[in-house]
């Protein structure tokens, strides 16, 4: 307990933890919205701010912040039961800044199985991008439709990462995911760069097409 309570001392966490609790206390606020000051640590008034990792794990449901003080207890239960929907939103607010799709399209999005992977510790192990994130999108609502592409069931994982069509789609995805939680997602060494690149290198060797993949598929 002395140690986490010398980490919310640090830097800028006792600010965070400070406007936390205000948020909490403000009746009718939307859940997703205590997880988005976690995982951005941004305020109107601290519009430059950054997140820490304690944050984060708030955030995440990793860490209960009720030990750090009673009033934020239920933040856990608002990652357990919200965090689906609050990667919903991130990833609907990408789709629609990109304008591709109208926020009517996406205001109901979420992602369940994605955020249990997330909160996970094995991500090489437990994350799929494919199943996780780009069929649950195109299952949900207009999505398929409106982006062009059809409803898709899971997809083998001898099939994941050969289909061009939704690579393409993968790199705002994810950089979406990863802005909302807090984790870097720019530069040459990013997982999204690193997705274009395996994409570019694809679609010189021929690749494998999304027709060629959705019979896997249907």
Known sequence: MAQLRRVTEEGDNPGLLADLIKLVLIAGTDPKDILRLCFQGVTDKQPDRKTTSLMKRIGLGLLNAGRIDPRLSIVQGYADE????????????????AGLLESENVADLHFEELWKALRGNDWKGKLDWYNQLL??????????????????KPVPASL???DIVNNQ???LLIGAVFEGIGVPHQGPESLPA????????????????????????A
């Open 82 to 97: 919200y965090g689906g929907a609050y990667l919903g939103q991130v990833i609907g607010d990408a789709l629609v800044e």
């Open 194 to 217: 690193m997705i274009t690149l395996t994409n570019n290198f694809l679609t010189y060797h021929g690749g494998v097409s999304q027709k060629q993949t959705a019979g896997a598929r």
């Open 135 to 152: 069929v649950p999108l195109l299952n949900q609502g207009p999505c398929g439709g409106t982006l062009g592409l059809t409803e898709v």
């Open 160 to 162: 994941v990462w050969k």
């Open 169 to 171: 789609r993968l790199p």
